[in-house]
T-cell receptor, first 118, second 116 residues
Framework: KQEVTQIPAALSVPEGENLVLNCSFT??????LQWFRQDPGKGLTSLLL?????REQTSGRLNASLDKSSGRSTLYIAASQPGDSATYLCAVRPGPHAGGTSYGKLTFGQGTILTVHP | GAGVSQSPRYKVAKRGQDVALRCDPI?????LFWYQQALGQGPEFLTYFQNEAQLDKSGLPSDRFFAERPEGSVSTLKIQRTQQEDSAVYLC??????????????FGPGTRLTVT
């Protein structure tokens, strides 16, 4: 059974710092990995999606890397801002070996709560 | 265009009551997923529909949970005889394609269920 772990559980940094959020998964046979942002009382907003054949994806101040063989991904946030404060979740989608109809479901980590203070 | 919508946004139920949670996916999206998110945890998969067919319900925690999508669009998650442990945010997501190809799931805002 796939398990996803995120470290740290919570992070508080001053504005302007660069920071790294970590995600690890136990079954490396994934199809892709996705990073989401969740604001209090809101749904999930997709930030970056990395296919299993890719090493990284970038969007603005965000960069996500993937090392599938070691079961790790990192989300790098450059020049953090108070508006970045939210919970960040990573999720993996199983690869073809999952078979049947399970290929669509995502397995999530428990999230990292990020607070960026002015 | 309109995203995934869910209603109600908040629901308070007394223990033992039945509740029904609604999800309106993005128009034309074939796949629909339900997830349960307990406080301080990541979402956990409940069930998956492809059009009107429920192809995976392995995540439903008990037979008190029932989901349907009769016309392949709107979906309803029903919980019978609610228990306190059912308190959580219930998230719905939809996606466009059904083939095993790259796609994104688009999430609704969720329904926060509190069972007292």
């Amino acid at each position: 059974k796939q398990e996803v772990t995120q470290i740290p559980a919570a992070l508080s940094v001053p504005e302007g710092e660069n920071l790294v959020l970590n995600c690890s998964f136990t079954d490396s046979a994934i199809y892709n990995l996705q990073w989401f942002r969740q604001d209090p009382g809101k749904g999930l907003t997709s930030l970056l999606l990395i296919q299993s054949s890719q090493r990284e994806q970038t969007s603005g101040r965000l960069n996500a890397s993937l090392d599938k063989s070691s079961g790790r991904s990192t989300l790098y946030i450059a020049a953090s801002q108070p508006g970045d404060s939210a919970t960040y979740l990573c999720a993996v989608r199983p690869g073809p070996h999952a078979g049947g109809t399970s290929y669509g479901k995502l397995t999530f980590g428990q999230g990292t709560i990020l607070t960026v203070h002015p | 265009g309109a995203g995934v919508s869910q209603s109600p946004r908040y629901k308070v139920a007394k223990r033992g009551q039945d509740v029904a949670l609604r999800c309106d996916p993005i128009s034309g999206h074939v796949s629909l997923f339900w997830y349960q998110q307990a406080l301080g945890q990541g979402p956990e998969f409940l069930t998956y529909f492809q059009n009107e067919a429920q192809l995976d319900k392995s995540g439903l925690p008990s037979d008190r949970f029932f989901a349907e999508r009769p016309e392949g669009s709107v979906s309803t998650l029903k919980i019978q005889r609610t228990q306190q442990e059912d308190s959580a945010v219930y998230l719905c997501a939809s996606s466009l394609v059904r083939e095993f190809a790259s796609y994104e799931q688009y999430f609704g805002p969720g329904t926060r269920l509190t069972v007292t």
